[in-house]
Each structure stands twice: as C-alpha cells, then as structure tokens.
Antibody, heavy 119, light 112 residues
Framework: QVQLQESGPGLVKPSGTLALTCAVS?????????WSWVRQAPGKGLEWIGE???????TYNPSLKSRVTMSVDTTKNQFSLKLTSVTAADTAVYYC????????????WGQGTLVTVSS | DIVMTQTPLSSPVTLGQPASISCRSS???????????LSWLQQRPGQPPRLLIY???NRFSGVPDRFSGSGAGTDFTLKINRVEAEDVGVYYC?????????FGQGTKVEIK
C-alpha cells in the first residue's frame, strides 16, 4: 500500500519560508510516477502547486512559480517543498500526492499538514 | 488556465436516491494524445481527497460501482446511483490536460 506523510513546521512567520517534506512508502520515488504538492486554504478548494519527477524534472503552477522550489531525495525516498516570502494567504493544509502515471490525476494522498502563517 | 465550473455547489440528497454533479471546463479537455484527463475526487470531512474516477469514466480501485462518470469535451458528470451516508462530503472535478492542473470549486453533498 502506497503511503505518503507530510512533515514540517506548522507555524511560519510572514515573509519567512515554508518548508515541507513528504516521505513515501510502498513505492519507490524513482518509479514512473510524478509527485505533487496540493494545498487547500481553510474552507476553500484545492490548488495544485507543482510536480516533480525523480530525474529532477519539475513543473510549477505559474501563480506560485516565483516563490516555489521542489526537490527530490531518492536516497531517502522523499520529496520536498519550499515556499518563500509567505503571507497569511499561504495559510493552508498542504498535501503531497502521487500523480498516477498515464491517468492524469492523483491516486494516493498524504493526510495533509496545516501550515499557518502568523507572527 | 482552464477554469473548471461545477454545479450545483450544494446538493442535499435523500438516502438511497441518486445524485448528479456537473463539471464544465472553459476549454476542451481532449489532450493531443487523444485522452481526456478529467477526474473526480471525493473529500470526506476532515480527510484528504480520494480518487474516485479518472479519464472521465474509469473507476479507481476499490470505488463502489454506484459511482459513475461520463461526458466529453467540456461537459462532464459524476453520478451517484444511490447515495449512502458515507458519501457525504465535497466532490471536486479536476483537469490534467493542460498545465496548471486545476480543480472545480467543489460540490457539497449532504443528506436531507
């Protein structure tokens, strides 16, 4: 069974950097799948942040591209997200997810982690 | 960006009765490879989203057959044959035909 688990600080100061990691089990991060981050502001809908392949190929949502960095660590079977210059608008539950190859969607999701931007 | 518009935004349903959710995209979701990357996700209260349907009508593993998807081009529908209590939640359509991937605003299904 594929499992994903997000980890990282739950509180980030305005103008600071949000940093999260997603640990993957039950699948190799070097498999033929892409790995994504999706966020959900409180009471709101879903927003795709970006996706990464184990080779390092990345696609970001243009709305966040100037502030986002994603990376992958094949030795630890995990991938990461960094979001700089955060504001209250970045307060959200952040999910990591596996992009199902050739199906164009997310088949496995982490439980999500709430990140609050506040001083 | 492709805008995904769902209707209705709220759907009170009687247990055992059918429910239907519509999703319309601002442009065709037919990819150059011939596939249509339209999927449906369910989010139960306090839970992460869960994949129900991919490529318009393919049920994901373990999804009950009371869920079905249909449509083409820009118009898509999710149907729940007979709503059960466990179906309460918010349903999202999502497109992965063109970057950035985008979601509908969600439809809340609740029991009357």
């Amino acid at each position: 069974q594929v499992q994903l688990q997000e980890s990282g600080p739950g509180l980030v100061k305005p103008s600071g950097t949000l940093a999260l990691t997603c640990a993957v089990s039950g699948d190799s991060i070097s498999s033929r799948n892409w790995w994504s981050w999706v966020r959900q502001a409180p009471g709101k809908g879903l927003e795709w942040i970006g996706e990464i392949y184990h080779s390092g190929s990345i696609t970001y949502n243009p709305s966040l591209k100037s502030r986002v960095t994603m990376s992958v660590d094949t030795t630890k079977n995990q991938f990461s997200l960094k979001l700089t210059s955060v504001t209250a608008a970045d307060t959200a539950v952040y999910y990591c997810a596996r992009s199902m190859i050739a199906a164009g969607t997310f088949d496995y999701w982490g439980q999500g982690t709430l990140v609050t931007v506040s001083s | 960006d492709i805008v995904m518009t769902q209707t209705p935004l709220s759907s009170p349903v009687t247990l055992g009765q059918p429910a239907s959710i519509s999703c319309r995209s601002s442009q065709s979701l037919v990819h150059s490879d011939g596939n249509t990357y339209l999927s449906w996700l369910q989010q139960r209260p306090g839970q992460p989203p869960r994949l129900l349907i991919y490529k318009i009508s393919n049920r994901f593993s373990g999804v009950p057959d009371r869920f079905s998807g249909s449509g083409a081009g820009t118009d898509f529908t999710l149907k729940i044959n007979r709503v059960e209590a466990e179906d309460v939640g918010v349903y999202y359509c999502m497109q992965a035909t063109q970057f950035p991937w985008t979601f509908g605003q969600g439809t809340k299904v609740e029991i009357k």
